[in-house]
């Protein structure tokens, strides 16, 4: 009962990484964001684990066509070499907590965020990505890093496989298993096939 207020949208855009890497239907979640902008809710994307080229594209807003008012990234920041962290936010986000008092400041920051290794190792990251072989120019994702022909005619094709995915540097297999947990062992089939091939 009573009002119940919504204050923030929090996605993984694209792909979720907790739980085992699900795909998440773009349309869906650009609709979920379109809703929230329509109820002046503020939107948080956290591409901890999707952003900078994981998924082919430099940030999610790239695939959904859609910007947070946050952003969180960390993991591919330093090309996963050494924790790192960083937190983005529109001007007007960011405004909220100018002031001159204690009380206006935001009084949070990362554990992992401004020291100069990562900072140093962020920016070599960042160059080397776009110095690498898969890069397709200034704005442009990466070029796709698996077989499309071998993930949809061979992987898609084993038994136990109930669907193969890719997308930039990641690849799904989804196996058919009624045990969906960590501790199934139907991948051990999908992985001795694979060997033979």
């Not at 900078?52 to 993991?75: C, M, N, Q, T």
């Not at 499309?148 to 193969?164: G, K, L, P, Q, Y």
């Not at 051990?188 to 096939?193: D, F, I, Q, R």
Request: with cysteine; aromatic share 10%; proline share 3%.
């Amino acid at each position: 009962g009573g009002n119940r207020r919504i204050g923030v949208l929090v996605i993984e855009p694209c792909m979720i990484g907790a739980g085992g890497m699900h795909l998440v239907d773009p349309l869906f979640q650009k609709s979920m964001i379109k809703v929230a902008r329509r109820k002046n809710i503020s939107v948080v994307f956290d591409e901890v684990f999707s952003g900078f080229y994981r998924l082919g594209y430099e940030r999610a807003s790239d695939v959904l066509g859609e910007y947070p008012d946050i952003a969180v990234y960390a993991k591919l920041l330093t090309g996963g070499a050494i924790p790192f962290s960083a937190t983005l936010a529109t001007d007007e986000v960011f405004n909220c907590f100018l002031g001159d008092s204690v009380e206006s400041a935001l009084l949070h920051g990362h554990s992992y965020a401004g020291y100069p290794a990562g900072c140093s190792a962020c920016l070599f990251a960042m160059e080397e990505y776009k110095r690498g072989k898969n890069f397709n120019g200034e704005d442009g994702p990466l070029l796709e890093q698996w077989d499309e022909v071998a993930v949809s005619e061979e992987i898609s094709r084993i038994d136990v496989v109930e669907r193969a995915v890719c997308m930039g540097g990641v690849m799904v297999v989804e196996l058919r298993d009624n045990d969906r947990s960590y501790g199934s062992n139907r991948a051990k089939k999908a992985v001795e096939l694979l060997k033979e091939e």
